[in-house]
């Protein structure tokens, strides 16, 4: 195809992992990293808590694999997760050696903790903009390479397939217009895929783009029924779901349920420090009234003495009083807003995927190194670990031969609205499931839709969260049993013999 734009590498996605790998690409050859927003609007950048990173030495990188491993619930893959421990010191040694900006005191990098760490290994920055600063540091060291094109406001439709081998996307910038990109090597790294439920802590641009562009050209896709929900967002009639970060359990806050009780003792030993799974089930129960009516739980840290929570949490603060809510003050309602795709786009531990020329890092990707339910603030790291890891492969591709642009695989026109996919997937698919519900879900998404995929973003991204959602459901029903974020009622116990194993679903939807 003669107007087919030639790169060595393409990068979708521009959140820490897109970036970090398109510094480790820029050495070795040309690199265009699309992104479908303005640069700085990714996951990584509401990601408030912090990075998760074994930086006292040794014993801490043993504890840290021991604390994932534990989180994952019998189906993290250990010799992943042993790479991530090891090898995140040295990528956040990098971060701050391209002036990334953690919160320190007296000089003293500052460390606080999240639900199930056996120790503060925490880095914030900013108080609770951690992600905000990291891809800062990111993006100016990307836009001082010469190799790097940053383009912003551009979607990828599709990635274009030559036999079993992906060769390029087609782009759809602004104006509407379409063009191929070709390259000796793809890498995903669009994150993950929040936008297909009601509530969520993910922004809008967080549609699976790249889940369903990897199914619609036949590569395997792994553990989609486990999607975490975060136990702590803000729950305020008519305001968007808000992250109240796990860091403020970790500085000591409770949750109460509405006749005031603390209520995790009923549930696990770690008390508001259990894993997020826990956790959230935890809130969704003592939400539940007898009758089915809701009930509000509350996050409470009126009793923290010693912290000046207005300067420890500033993001979390200023949303707050836009509602008049102080956190030294008020109780806080809360409840679950799916937060994280432990499930993607599957790859190895150097982002290959199973088919050639194709990378995935980050949320997009599944390596199993978060199993079945992820620790907290081990997502910034994962993106940044396996991101310079699928860099460096990439780098060695060979040139493509010839001219090949290949075919591009376009998903399918959807004829229903978002919001009525979000609340089915909410409702039949979310954080407590059972096989009925599922097969309804399984029922409103296998309606058929006449006619021709629209080259709009809207379009492309409905059908991205409509393929999203049926690799969410199929997943979720066949998982027989109840491990991590994957909860079935009809099916409430761990089964170590019929399921400790990873789902995969492969072929063209
Ligand atoms: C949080 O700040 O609670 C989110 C951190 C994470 O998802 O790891």
Redesign the pocket.
């Known amino acids: 195809m003669a107007n087919a734009e030639l790169f060595d590498f393409v990068v979708v996605g521009a959140g820490i992992a897109g970036l970090r790998a398109a510094i480790e690409l820029a050495g070795a050859g040309r690199v265009l990293v699309v992104t479908k927003e303005a640069l700085e609007e990714s996951n990584t950048s509401y990601?408030?808590?912090?990075i998760?990173v074994a930086i006292s030495g040794a014993e801490d990188v043993e504890l840290h694999l021991e604390d994932t491993v534990a989180a994952g619930d019998g189906l993290v893959d250990v010799d992943a997760a042993r790479l991530l421990v090891e090898e995140g010191p040295l990528r956040v040694a990098e971060l701050l050696e391209w002036d990334t900006r953690f919160d320190r005191e007296n000089g003293e990098l500052m460390l606080t903790r999240?639900g199930a760490h056996s120790r503060n290994r925490i880095l914030h920055a900013n108080g609770?903009a951690?992600g905000a600063e990291i891809g800062r540091a990111l993006l100016a060291h990307a836009q001082a390479e010469k190799n790097i094109e940053l383009r912003d406001w551009t979607s990828t439709i599709a990635l274009r397939v030559d036999g079993d081998a992906v060769v390029g996307v087609d782009l759809l910038d602004r104006e509407g217009r379409v063009t191929t990109a070709r390259a000796r090597a793809v890498l995903l790294a669009s994150g993950g895929a929040g936008q297909v439920y009601s509530d969520t802590?993910n922004p809008v641009v967080a549609t699976g783009d790249g889940i369903a562009m990897a199914a619609y050209a036949g590569a395997e896709i792994e553990d989609m029924e486990f999607y975490?929900f975060?136990p702590?967002a803000l729950s305020l009639p008519g305001v968007q779901r808000f992250?109240?970060?796990?860091?403020?359990r970790g500085e000591g806050a409770y949750l109460r349920n509405a006749a005031g009780e603390r209520f995790m003792e009923r549930y696990h030993a770690l008390l508001e420090l259990a894993p997020?799974d826990v956790v959230a089930r935890a809130i969704t129960r003592e939400g539940m009234g007898p009758e089915g009516e809701t009930r509000v739980v509350h996050l409470d840290m009126r009793h923290v003495k010693g912290v000046d929570l207005a300067a420890r949490f500033p993001g979390i603060s200023a949303f707050l009083a836009r509602h008049g809510l102080r956190l030294d003050r008020d109780l806080i309602p809360v409840r679950p807003a799916a937060?994280?795709l432990m499930g993607g786009v599957r790859t190895d531990v150097d982002g290959r995927t199973s088919l050639k020329r194709l990378y995935a890092a980050g949320e997009v990707a599944c390596t199993g190194v978060h199993g079945a339910n992820?620790?907290?603030?081990?997502?910034?790291l994962e993106g940044l670990v396996f991101g310079a890891r699928a860099a460096r492969v990439m780098r060695e591709e060979p040139e493509l031969a010839g001219a090949e642009v290949g075919e591009a695989r376009l998903g399918r026109r959807v004829g229903f609205a978002k919001a009525d996919l979000q609340q089915m997937m909410w409702q039949k698919a979310g954080l407590l499931r059972d096989g009925a519900g599922l097969r309804e879900a399984e029922a409103f998404l296998g309606r058929e839709t006449a006619g021709e995929l629209e080259l709009r973003r809207d379009a492309l991204e409905l059908g991205n969260l409509h393929a999203v959602a049926g690799l969410i459901v199929r997943s979720a029903l066949a998982r027989e049993e109840s491990r991590g974020a994957h909860f079935r009622r009809d099916f409430p116990v761990r089964d170590d013999v019929g399921f400790q194993r990873h789902s995969v679903l492969r072929g063209s939807l």
């Open positions: 990601a408030q808590g912090g998760a999240e609770d951690t802590t975490q975060h702590t992250l109240l970060s796990e860091a403020l997020r937060h994280y992820r620790l907290a603030s081990n997502s910034l």
